[in-house]
């Protein structure tokens, strides 16, 4: 899987990270003021919903048991 944006792999990853509705901020940590700036980099732009589709679907976690079980049910099902 390659998405194409012009950017780094950390870039990317920072940027996809930035863009998950459960971060507020990120840490950085660079060795020296290239990396700073590269990671820096990593915002002003975003990626699209296809791309971060891609990687939700690359970096997903199976579920354990019970949760993989249960996902397939409804928890509250309506009132009859």
Same mark, same amino acid.
């Given at each position: ?5 012009g ?26 003021? *290239? /990396?700073l700036?590269?990671?820096? &980099? %990593?915002?002003?732009?975003? !990626?699209?919903? *296809? /791309?971060?589709?891609?990687?939700? &679907? %690359?970096s997903?976690?199976? !579920? ?16 009859v």
């Amino acid at each position: 899987m390659y998405i194409i944006t012009g950017k780094t792999v950390p870039q990317v990853a920072l940027n996809w990270v930035l863009q998950r509705p459960s971060v507020s901020s990120v840490i950085i940590g660079a060795r020296n003021e *290239e /990396q700073l700036r590269q990671n820096i &980099a %990593a915002v002003g732009w975003n !990626l699209t919903k *296809e /791309q971060i589709a891609k990687l939700d &679907a %690359a970096s997903a976690v199976p !579920l354990a048991y019970p949760y993989w079980h249960q996902v397939k049910f409804e928890r509250n099902p309506p009132p009859v």
